[in-house]
């Protein structure tokens, strides 16, 4: 069983794919799409998410909710691996 | 028949449109020459849709221009013209446009001037210096003809005069990335939280194998029209099999090519998936694809990113910068940075002038300045306050008189 995902593995991750710059100290629980998610950083996480965590998220997953927060993210991602 | 004008301004994008009405409103008799048969560049030929740049980045709750003059003016006629204001994304405030008002605003705008005489579908083939005279070269429709002009504006978005008056231009080693902006109709609604669903349901269409990865580039956003929405889709500019040349016929030609390509599958693609857009269909091509940046002169001073980092002010300004420096070297998205403590950049007026002439300017996205720096100028709003500033020197020239930046700062607020 692989470990489970949590909200700063996802920052980091987001970071270092440089889907987006999420500035020091941001945290698990700050506003992603304040940070500038948008429709297209969201494309780029979802095939991200595919090769980095082998999960395929589907169109029905993507919402305001699943993609608010780095931990509600992680919950999301974390959810799939199950 | 040779035309001999004060001014001739050569491109009618959003620089040479201010450039050439300011330079009338002095007096001047002005040409203006564009390839297109209209007026407004790439916020017109190349579909994009709002104008940056126009206001000070702030926190305040309301959004205050930045430069008087023309670019306050456009964006009160644009304002008119949708009935849209400035909407604020984080501490950026952008006015929605349409291509389609912009045309007819820049019409109006160049028709009230008596001494402005427009020039479409005259592609500018040469310039040259003739007993202190410019002497323009272009052509139309298979026949040549010739403008002799007392002082130029170069608002060609390309530089394309610097060849071939021996002046110094560059093109950075990884320029900004193209893009190309499409129109879609009928689409039954588009609520914005439905932007996520249909992130994904393209991604579903490239894991398929419908969808060419180049998909990955694109987003849409209403238009402000019923029922219209714009695609912007992101490409590398490699489409060729070529590095990134803006420059050249091939890779141009690939581009134009495999924006109609993945933006015709996009369509259809969620036509199949999502029954708002059942009957959806593409509306409008663009004239040509966008391009953020190319060949750019190199003038007698050149503003860097550092300086627009720091908010660097200068006694020779002439319009403030404040758009903060939007890097899209990818396909993948903006990268910002930001001045310090959201402060604005002036621009010298000798970022507008070369060396070795008096009598020549330059305005719009190709001005003197670093790649850095070109990623929060080339935006619209600047656009304009550049294209003023250069139309006003080059009328104060053609009348004898040497321009100065507080001479101009004073003309463009009253
Ligand atoms: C995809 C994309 C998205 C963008 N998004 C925004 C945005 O949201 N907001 C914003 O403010 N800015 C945006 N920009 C930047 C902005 O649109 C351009 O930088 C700006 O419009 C450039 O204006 P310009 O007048 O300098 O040049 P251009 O608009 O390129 O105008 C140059 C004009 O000169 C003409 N011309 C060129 N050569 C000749 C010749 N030899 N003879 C005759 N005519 C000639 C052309 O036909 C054209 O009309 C975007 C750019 C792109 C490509």
Redesign the pocket.
Known sequence: MSEKVDGITVIGWLRSEEILMLEEGFSVQDDLFLAGLDSMAVMQLVVAAEERFGVQLQAVDLTKENLGTAESLAALIDEHRA | MIRDVDVAV????????AAAVMASRQGARVML????GF????????L???????YLLSSAPDAEMANPGFPSEMAGRMIAATGLGPIRMGRLD?LPQHPADFVRIADELVKAESSLTVQWH????GVRKNEGRWEID?SCRGSLGKTLSTVIVD????A??APWIGAAHEVAPRL?R????FGIQGVRSFPDERRLQLAGMLVEGIRAGVLSKAALGLSFRPSGRPGELFG?L?LAGEESGSIYDPLDPVGLSALEAEGRRVASGVVACLREMDPEWRAAFVSQWPA??????SRRWVGRVCLTGAQIEAGSRFEDEIALAT?PMELRENTRGPKWRFPVEDRPTGIPLDCLRIPDHDDFFV????ISVDHEAQASI??????FS??QAAGLAAAMKAGGGEPTASSMRRIAGS
Not at chain 2, 122 to 125: D, Y
Not at chain 2, 155 to 158: E, I, K
Not at chain 2, 178 to 181: D, K, L, Q, S, T
Not at chain 2, 378 to 383: A, E, I, K, N
Request: with cysteine; hydrophobic share 35%; proline share 2%.
């Open positions: 050569i491109g009618g994008g959003s620089a040479g449109l020459l564009e390839r297109q007026l407004g560049g790439m916020g017109t030929a190349s994009v849709h709002t104008f940056c740049g126009l952008v005259t592609e500018v083939v272009w608002a060609s978005g390309d394309v005069t900004q193209p893009a190309y902006v912007t992101d040509r694809a966008g391009i953020r940046e758009w305005a719009g996205r190709c080339r935006v619209m709003g600047t656009c550049t294209g």
